[in-house]
């Protein structure tokens, strides 16, 4: 599938209150519950995982992003304890009907002092040579459709950042608590 148009670069921060030893992003973007995901973000329907052929880890992440639900099939591309990059070509469901974009999701952590670590969500997104000539089989131009999506796109990120922060440190914290002995 060919990529084409950009639709969107978004990247935001927030503080991860744990050592960056505790945190690997891969592993708990891996083993996230569905209901932690939807904890995550309101617009957060369903989250599952699954190997793709190619014995790659993939994530399925079903949200709602400006109304428009969208059905995620994130493929591991990069992935270490503190940097994982996903992509997908996602099926976005749209008034005027489906179609597929192809995202770039970037999960990076990065210390700032014993105890606390930045947190960077990142999502890139285009359009696929699919998506633009249905849009243009619908006379709508792609700089319309680029100037609807963004801000819902940009909030949305914007908005689960923190709360995506929030889960990892949980995780972290956990991570770090001994387990007890079986008797």
């Known amino acids: 599938m060919k990529i084409a148009e950009q639709i969107v670069d978004s990247s935001f ?21 569905e209901a932690e995901y939807q904890s995550c973000s309101p617009a957060h329907v369903s989250a599952a995982k699954t190997v793709g ?13 400006g109304g428009s639900p969208m059905v995620q099939h994130y493929q591991e591309e990069v992935s270490e304890p503190h940097h994982l990059i996903l992509t997908s070509f996602s099926d976005v469901f749209g008034p005027t009907g489906r179609f597929v974009i192809h995202v770039h999701w970037e999960l990076s952590v990065r210390a700032i002092d014993d105890n606390r670590c930045e947190f960077t969500n990142r999502v890139i997104s285009h359009a696929t040579d699919g998506m633009m000539k249905a849009l243009d089989q619908q006379g709508v131009s792609f700089d319309a459709f680029r100037a609807q999506r963004q801000p819902h796109s940009i909030n949305h990120n914007r908005s689960e950042t923190p709360l995506f922060a929030a889960s990892i440190e949980r995780a972290a914290k956990a991570a770090s608590v001994p387990k007890l002995a079986a008797q």
């Open 53 to 65: 052929t190619d014995g790659r880890r993939m994530s399925i992440n079903v949200e709602l992003i």
């Open 13 to 33: 921060t927030a503080i991860i209150n744990a050592h960056i030893e505790k945190i690997d992003i891969p592993e708990w973007a891996f083993n996230l519950s």
